[in-house]
């Protein structure tokens, strides 16, 4: 057990399972008012910040590009979003995409493959809203580090990618949904489509 006396009150270098353990026991004491203090000067609430809104196709492309299609967390090669939904679009039973799909959900494809931008340093944690703080990650990652930080986590950042050596078959989708018009009858297929076309004749 921590010890109890008054003097460590505000002292913050106490482990925070300690702190929690020195807040319970004040309680145990039915000393409330001590357990206020304690939580306010070594655990105090830090209110989390609004994470901004989704990025749209184009703003997440542009990331994508940059990294060369790489999760920074893992260094693994990703792919593109709009050529992951024709292959689940083309064989259904092989790669399927819907969240709530009976059989047991969306392929590990759609987890570990998919692109997605993350914040390194997380808004909430007062993270800036910049590109030099965005990176290219995929869902998995994204989704299990949330709002911690790469320290928190364990993580390593890895350097950006090569689009040269690897574009996330952003152009196989470029060329293929050319060649098969019907499938940018699909929205989500569509949107991808008009940001990947834009983004080829920037580069261009």
């Known amino acids: 057990m921590p010890e109890q006396d008054a003097d460590h009150v505000g002292q913050r270098g106490s482990q925070p399972g300690e702190v929690m353990a020195r807040i319970c026991f004040a309680l145990s004491e039915r000393d ?32 994508f590009i940059r990294d060369g299609f790489l999760d920074r967390y893992s260094g693994r090669r990703l792919v593109f979003p ?7 679009q083309l064989l259904p039973d092989e790669f399927p995409s819907h969240p709530n799909r009976e059989t047991g959900g969306p392929h590990i494809a759609c987890w570990e493959l998919y692109p997605t931008v993350d914040y390194v340093v997380p808004l909430a944690r007062g993270g800036p809203d910049d590109d030099d703080n965005r990176v290219t990650t995929c869902m998995l990652k994204h989704t299990a580090k949330s709002q911690w930080t790469l320290d928190e986590m ?16 952003l152009g196989w989708f470029v060329e293929y949904a050319d060649s098969n018009a019907a499938l940018l009858g699909d929205d989500y297929l569509s949107r991808w489509h008009r940001a990947a076309t834009a983004a080829l004749k920037t580069a261009t």
Not at 82 to 88: D, M, Q, T, Y
Not at 154 to 169: F, K, N, T
């Open 82 to 88: 709009g050529a992951l939904r024709v292959v689940s």
């Open 32 to 63: 409330k008012e001590r357990a206020g203090r304690i939580a306010r000067a070594e655990y105090a609430y830090e209110p989390l910040a609004c994470a901004r809104a989704t990025f749209t196709p184009a703003e997440s492309l542009r990331m």
């Open 154 to 169: 364990s993580w390593a950042l890895h350097p950006p990618g090569d689009i040269g050596q690897w574009d996330g078959l």
